[in-house]
Nanobody, 128 residues
């Protein structure tokens, strides 16, 4: 198993930036492909981005449009999500997730059902 803990959320004005982190412990972090999702009140969980186990392949949800960047630091057992040009519609709880997928590509990892492990989430609120 792997345990995931998100951090870095908070309140930010529209147009601002935040960097979320997801610290992993337990099984070898580099064995897992990782993803970021978010869920706003009253809405379904939404895919943001995925990254391969080695970090050389990424895939993004359509709404990202270059504003968000997923990355990972395997020696530090940490996943990141850099978010720029934030909008009020980005307000949500943000979750990281892990799946023991060793594929070279991650465009098949946009469904939350593909992931086995989840963090508790971190709240991001963007004010107008």
């Amino acid at each position: 198993q792997v345990q995931l803990v998100e951090s870095g959320g908070g309140l930010v004005q529209a147009g601002g930036s935040l960097r979320l982190s997801c610290a992993a412990s337990g099984r070898t972090f580099s064995s897992y492909a990782m993803g970021w999702f978010r869920q706003a009140p009253g809405k379904e969980r939404e895919f943001i981005a995925a990254i391969s186990w080695i970090g050389d392949s990424t895939y993004y949800g359509d709404f990202v449009k270059g504003r968000f960047t997923i990355s990972r630091d395997n020696p530090k057992n940490t996943l990141y999500l850099q978010m720029n040009s934030l909008k009020p519609t980005d307000t949500a709880v943000y979750y990281c997730a892990a799946t023991p997928d060793g594929s070279d590509t991650v465009d098949h990892l946009s469904d939350s059902d593909e992931y086995d492990y989840w963090g508790q989430g971190t709240q991001v609120t963007v004010s107008s």
